[in-house]
């Protein structure tokens, strides 16, 4: 009998289909628990990194069967987007057949890692029984006024006639032919997410067992801030211009104006400017940049000619304008503070205009303006306000609240709360995504298309070029339509959603995922969710997360969810990394291709540097799953990388460490076969019961905190002491404990362990065996070890019978003779038992 895991798992792996274990009945009774996995685009094929992600769930959905919960642990497949459209233009094959095929293999790696899923509730997000909900969703946020049509500036490419998603626009070109991308306002589709900003960020502090990082990037993306909206007299314009600033506390300090040049008072500012033209080339030069390009630009800005009037020193202040003030933030106005402001600051020292400081340090020290190298940023109670009449001396937090009041009472403007969250843009105008379901009439003008008439499918027969846009707009069939008012000639809305929609509530359908009559069953779903578990990868901290949030507080407020938060756990795996090589231009070089050389990689006669790099195709440093399983096994794989470090932290991978835990099952399966193979029976020893119950307290223990990797060296130091047992001879009475042991290591090793419960005359998976529960009693170790201080200081130890009894432990400590030494000659002031841990005798 020797360890061969090719020979067994894809055994086990068919019997847990066949016997469909992992399906369950959402209408039977029992202790529900919902598990879930990000659902993962198919791109494809699977590397160890993406590994990680589902071996930890799966391990995880294991332990809790064997604890008895009814586990639902679903998996699908988030499968609109754009690289099935790339794959499409670029090999001539469909979008859905690319898909479907990267489905397929998907779903076989899965099946080779062992890992177990509800096959019966999968979903594909580009199948129509799937995107009409999505479409369902879309008509009742339109109802409710929560989806609307706005413009937005796009990537357009003008050789392409087409509009281009960000990845696709590489250094300002279009990445198919090299075109510079402009941008341009077009007519589209928006969630209006700003509308739950407060509920979403409230929200965070419900979430106590979310990462804090985690949260903290939905809170900074949400970007809640108290301030002010102050209004700012402009002669010129003969009304006055809001600003909006969060620290109104330093309005006395307000040196200038500076406006967004997309403001709506711009042309009126600028119309009798001598230099009119240049601004306003300028002016359509920074419309033009993307958000990242204006932030890159570095701070630009042209002067009116006009001026405001700064409504606490009533002085004169010149109005500016700014490519640093966006236009969809506040009010798109500031007034500019550049002692206390950064940004201000380097504007003001680039255009010489003047400073004022009205913030010092607590100990009320002068500030040297001329001297300043930088704007001094006093916060909170950090700063206090000075030149600023009414409010000087105020710390700035009391400074702010006074300052708001006196606004208000003057009539100058009010106190705000304001988010940096902006509508959640759903339009895209490709291919590969749910159909909107709205219709243009020239008549009725924009109508929804009816309930009943969903699915607005998505036709397949669409020629692929990559070229003049969305190849659904040139689609006759599709476009022309019947107008669902008048009956009258009308035109389809061309345009897909985000793939992000499809995510916003998936796990909700999961729960009856074939129901054409609804989304979902608001009882059942009630009664599933929240996800009780939910896991994936960082790079979702905020945009999936924050729309499923969204998405869930909008069906809430329909009356379909009785909860706001979708997911009561998060845990967010770390990523494994591998080492690789590059050539000194940057480019990754395969392994395959390195040849050492006194020690030193090389390529040919290029020497290359070794780098650790996250796993990715396009570094070829990626482990392949199969040949490590042909080689090792699944399982070998499984507890390699649980054992590898705590799953939340990035891990190195290392192929030693492989070998170490193929090692260790090989170990674990030959004490099986000595065990089945002993002849004679006798006592076991007790130190193998003590362990065993002590290592079924901290596996326990630890799988609940994440902590795999800590319990797996707790099964490995198990199995040494039961090794150590069979080897002393033991026999047939070591088959409680080695039962356990399997029982305890299943959701790491789940083929060996089955394969070894049914060599052991078990019938029944393992996976449905009893966890293990420990014995407290048992646990307890027969002597305890005391440490033992003289005047604080550690000065020997002792060892008394369990439990340790007070008096017993000074008899030992006054029958030591090393610990007698230190108190030779000594008083003792004062003996103090701190029970079962140390004592500290006090001495003169
Ligand atoms: C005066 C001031 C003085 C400001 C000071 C800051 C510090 P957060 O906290 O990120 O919300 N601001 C307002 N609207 C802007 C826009 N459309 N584009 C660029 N900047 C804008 O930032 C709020 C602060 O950012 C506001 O408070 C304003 O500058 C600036 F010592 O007003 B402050
Ligand atoms: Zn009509």
Known sequence: MQYRPTDIEPKWQKAWADARVAEIDVAAPGDKLYMLNMFPYPSGDLHVGHGRNYILGDALYRYFRMQGRAALNPMGWDAFGLPAENAAIKRGIHPREWTLGNIGRMKAQFARWGILYDWSKEIASCEADYYRWNQWLFLQLYKRGLAYRGTAPVNWCPQDQTVLANEQVVDGRCERCGALVEQRELSQWFFKITEYADRLDAGLDTLEHWPEKVKLMQRNWIGRSLGADVDFQVPALGHALRIFTTRPDTIFGATFMVLAPEHPDVQQLIADHPDRAEIEAWIANVRNQSALERQEAGKEGRFTGKTAINPFTEEEIPIWLGNFVLPQYGTGAIMSVPAHDQRDFEFARQYGLPLRVVV????????????MAEAFTFKDENGVIVNSGPIDGLPVPRAIERIIQIIEERGLGKGTVRYRLRDWLISRQRYWGTPIPMIYCDACGLQPVPEEQLPVRLPLDVPFTGREGNPLAKHEAFVNATCPQCSGAARRETDTMDTFVDSSWYFLRFVTPRDDEKI????????????????????????????????????????????????????????????????????????????????KPYRGDTELTAEIGKMSKSRFNVVPPDELIERFGADTERVYTLFIAPPEKEAAWSDEGVIGAYRFLGRVWNMGAAILNAKVSGDV???????????IDAVTSRIERFEFNTA??????????????????????????????????HPFAPHATEELWSLFGNDGFILTAKWPVADRALMQEDEVVIAVQVNGKLRGQVEVAAPPEEASVWAAVDANEKIQTWLAGKTIVKKIYVPGKLVNVVVK
């Open 712 to 745: 797996i060296s707790a099964l490995m130091e198990f199995s040494n002491v039961l090794g150590d047992a069979v080897n002393a001879g033991g026999g047939a009475e070591l088959r409680e404990a080695y039962e356990t042991l399997l029982k305890l290591l």
């Open 360 to 371: 010092g340090p607590p100990d009320g020290q002068p500030v040297d303006v001329a001297a």
């Open 520 to 599: 979902f069953d608001p009882a059942l779903v009630n009664r599933w969710l929240p996800v009780d578990q939910y896991i994936g990868g960082i790079e979702h901290a905020i945009l999936h997360l924050l729309y499923a949030r969204f998405i869930t507080r909008t069906l809430h407020d329909m009356g379909l969810l009785q909860f706001e938060e979708p997911f009561a756990r998060l845990f967010n795996q770390g990523m494994i990394i591998k080492e690789g090589f590059k050539t000194p231009g940057g480019s990754w070089v395969p392994p395959a291709e390195v040849e050492w050389r006194d020690n």
């Open 685 to 695: 020893d007790p130190r193998v019961i003590r362990k065993m119950h002590q290592t």
